[in-house]
């Protein structure tokens, strides 16, 4: 690059020709760099920072372990690598024209800089993930991202005896379950709550991946609770304004090992699961891996006697790596469940609380441990991920990523549910408060199904032009969503209250058949199609080793081919911008790391208004800005991991309704309301001495509509989940003596309030506060581990829901042994 091109015209030309860079190492004496650092024999050191000894130019390991450095002059230098807590590497190598020189390394934990011995395979901090490839699409440690994130790895749920995503999902900071799986397909998954917004497990390793049933956790390597609105990557389908959770898939390796366990516990609880991996050939460049669980338990109201799930999970994996530039990975999950829905209660929708007498789930005229139906409402469910990944590495500077996804979600089978009426709601002659009977109801699905497919195109470029560092991201996505799904059903009967004997077992398979073979359900079809057409573009740029600034911008089309959505939807197209921008300083570099961002995303919101002069109009995408700051630290050696973040949310062109339109029947409205979330949240990981490990969070969400119907406006959503969310895990495991591997770990999470009805009209409902208490023991050995853990310690009776309320499990007892080879 010619000399006299000032510092201006270096930024524009990485913003407009990154491109160009594929030739800049070729306009100097220069070669290439490469190698892979490991932690032992075979553990991939992620985020380890490799530089050349004396100058700025340097990077970090991906999250294989694997580095790359390009333009660097021919000649000899000294390479050097570091790692918290690890002994600093050093090697000479030498650098030929043209040519492209291999360095590995092994790493050792460092006695020196911890001032003592650290036990392996119980590194410091060893909860902490520095490293992600997903959340921003490129390699990128958790220093050098302006985003916040939340990384939940294998080694906590391990330690904790965790079998799914849900239980995974209480070591996230701001993140709180609202919603059990139904199992129904396309919105039958877990929903939860972030920064006052709901949230749904859609993602897997970046690309499409739902499940609508419990997901397992066997072939979970790490999960990602990603925060705020996340559309400029990720798209506005997959995402919501309170950010997403990005499940990462365990990988083939290249040697022979695994681990077989058994569990079993309270309330029938058994399970089998299996992970074994080899590699296929003799040269170790194919591997194979299958990870899969066998799941039962019944529910804990009446002992099972009506509610249970059974859950099989499998999901294979093969990794082909022919040379040092291709990888191909595909993979599979499938998973297969029969299940009766858990006892989710409604309010019911022509009642007001001030009927009911009470406004507090705890004070609600139901038995915590009765089962208000009986058996035969079964459902099956079936999830399947189909998973690929080519990867190219073009040229020392840039590199091709290719995924092509498939998830599938099928249903068929019954779907219990209740309401909880008041006596003045079912009887015109009732006049004083009270609730003495509940209705029951039932929503079947038959033959639903619903289909995504999504292909994305990745180009990532490492390069520097002239001083200044540039990590891009160029992508290209279609999105295809396919729903066919059927619901029918309806209230079935309505049976009394707290009546010594009452047999409400009435209310079961063969009764629900008799009703509909009566008198035939009205049907509510969703038979969408759905076609997302993306590009987008992300730049890191370092302006000096210790700032660095992001600019991304995302194009959306989308295109709505209409049909039925409960009623019938006209097809439509809309085109759709959303940009990011980030900074980030580290006034100690690798250590402390100020930060803030600018991030957006939007929802089309497929829907017809009329205006209040009378014009048809096809709804905006409605939209959601989100600014923020704060801190990230990674001090004390690395024992010290923490994340403090302030945020602040607006949402726009919210659909207000005003009316109806008495000659259309279509709504009457304006396109003006808006919403406001911000709060503030910490994350926290810690290793104060060898073998004592914390994790923990807190977060705080104020929420409220500003300008929207009078029946909410200055309301906090029923949506929006407790204001005031902790999470804590505190564990010690003996690192050294005849018992090493021995721990005991305790934790839990609290929820403050959660006013799950709030509107004028109807009145205010409260799920109260809860304070949730976990345990769990451990002997960790060579090729045995023994655990136990107990769930809800101090048998607390509390609920979850959104615009509903939902007993949760409790206290229970589950020991497991596994063998690893």
Not at 627 to 641: H, I, Y
Not at 787 to 811: E, S
Request: charged share 20%; hydrophobic share 35%; aromatic share 10%.
């Amino acid at each position: 690059m010619d000399h006299i091109i000032t510092r201006s015209t270096k930024l524009l030309a990485t913003s407009c020709f990154v491109l160009l860079a594929s030739g800049a190492h070729a306009q100097t004496s220069t070669g290439s760099l490469r190698g892979r650092v490991l932690l032992g024999a075979d553990q991939p050191a992620a985020g380890a920072s490799v530089m050349l000894a004396g100058t700025t130019t340097g990077t970090s390991t991906d999250a294989n372990g694997n580095f790359q450095l390009d333009n660097v002059p021919a000649g000899t230098h000294t390479l050097t690598v570091r790692l918290v807590g690890y002994a600093t590497q050093e090697h000479r190598v030498r650098v030929a024209q043209g040519e492209t020189t291999t360095q590995n390394f092994g790493l050792r934990e460092s006695a020196s800089e911890l001032d003592e011995v650290t036990v392996a395979g119980d590194r410091p901090n060893k909860f902490v993930r520095r490293t992600s490839e997903d959340v921003g699409k490129m390699p990128l440690r958790n220093l050098e991202n302006s985003q916040v994130y939340a990384t939940v790895g294998k080694e906590l749920l391990t330690e904790q005896l965790v079998f799914s995503v849900d239980d995974a999902t209480r070591n996230a900071p701001g993140l709180q379950k609202m919603w059990e799986p139904t199992g129904r397909s396309g919105d039958g998954g877990s929903f939860y709550a972030s920064r006052g917004f709901v949230v749904a497990s859609q993602l897997r390793n970046g690309v499409v991946g739902a499940v609508t049933s419990t997901t397992d956790a066997a072939n979970l390597e790490k999960l990602e609770v990603i925060k705020g609105p996340s559309a400029t990557l990720y798209g506005s389908a997959l995402t919501s304004y309170g950010g997403l959770l990005n499940r990462v898939t365990k990988k083939p390796y290249e040697k022979f090992g695994g681990e077989a366990a058994l569990s079993a516990g309270s309330y029938g609880f058994h399970r089998a699961s299996l992970d074994v991996n080899t590699p296929l050939n003799a040269s170790k460049t194919l591997a194979f891996r299958l990870n899969g669980a066998y799941n039962y338990e019944d529910s804990f109201q009446n002992a099972g006697y009506a509610g249970f799930a059974k859950n099989v999970a499998i999901a294979p994996s093969l990794q082909f790596q022919p040379n040092d530039k291709l990888t191909i990975n595909l993979d599979a999950e499938i998973y297969r469940g029969t299940n009766v829905g858990k006892q989710i209660i409604y309010l019911y929708y022509l009642d007001q609380v001030k009927n009911f007498g009470f406004s507090r789930a705890d004070q609600a005229p139901l038995d915590y441990r009765q089962s208000y139906h009986g058996p035969g409402l079964t459902q099956d469910s079936r999830s399947t991920n189909l998973f690929g990944q080519v990867r190219y590495r073009i040229s020392p500077s840039f590199t091709s990523t290719t995924y092509l996804s498939s998830s599938r979600s099928y249903s068929e089978g019954k779907g219990p549910y209740f309401y909880l009426a008041s006596d003045i709601a079912l009887d015109t002659t009732a006049t004083a408060p009270g609730v003495s009977r509940l209705l029951r109801a039932d929503q079947s699905t038959q033959n639903s199904i619903r289909q995504t497919y999504e292909v994305q195109q990745l180009f990532n470029g490492d390069f520097r032009l002239g001083s200044l560092r540039n990590r891009v991201v160029l992508g290209l996505d279609f999105l295809r969503i396919d729903s066919d799904i059927d619901f029918f059903g309806g209230i079935i009967d309505q049976v009394p209250l707290n009546v010594p004997g009452y047999d409400y077992r009435t209310f079961n398979g063969a009764a629900v058949n008799a009703a509909y073979a009566a008198t035939p359900q009205s049907h509510y079809l969703v038979t969408t199609k759905i076609n997302t057409y993306s590009a987008f573009v992300s730049d890191v740029l370092n302006l000096t080793d210790n700032l660095n600034v992001l600019a991304a911008v995302r194009i959306d089309r989308y295109d709505n081919k209409g049909g039925l959505l409960y009623s019938p939807i006209e097809a439509y197209e809309q085109t759709a911008v959303s940009p990011k921008f980030g900074l980030v300083y580290q006034p100690v570099k690798d250590r402390v790391a100020l930060f803030a961002n600018y991030q957006n995303s939007f929802t089309n919101q497929n829907a017809t208004f009329i205006d209040p002069a009378g014009t048809s109009r096809v709804s905006k995408p409605e939209r959601a800005n989100q600014f923020e700051t704060g801190v990230k630290l990674d001090a004390a050696a690395g024992r010290v991991s923490a994340t403090v973040s302030y945020y602040d949310i607006r949402v726009n062109n919210i659909v207000r309704n005003l009316g109806t339109d008495p000659g259309t029947g279509l709504g009457i409205a304006v396109q003006d309301g808006t919403q406001w979330s911000r709060g503030t949240e910490l994350n926290l990981t810690a290793n104060p001495v060898p073998g004592l490990n914390i994790v923990g969070g807190f977060a705080y969400n104020y929420s409220k509509f500003v300008n929207t119907s009078d029946d909410v406006n200055g309301r906090r959503p029923n949506t929006a989940s407790s204001p005031y969310l902790a999470n804590a895990w505190v564990s010690y495991r003996l690192p050294a003596g005849a018992l090493k591997g021995l721990g005991l770990g305790v934790g839990g999470n609290y929820a403050s309030d959660n006013d799950i009805l709030n509107s004028a009209s109807a009145g205010v409902f409260t799920l109260p506060s809860y304070t949730v208490l976990n345990a769990s023991a451990f002997y960790d050995l060579e090729h045995y581990r023994f655990a136990v853990k107990v769930d809800n310690l101090t048998d607390q009776k509390y609920w979850i829901g959104y615009t509903t309320f939902n007993a949760q499990k409790l206290r229970s007892i589950v020991g497991s042994v596994a063998y690893k080879f």
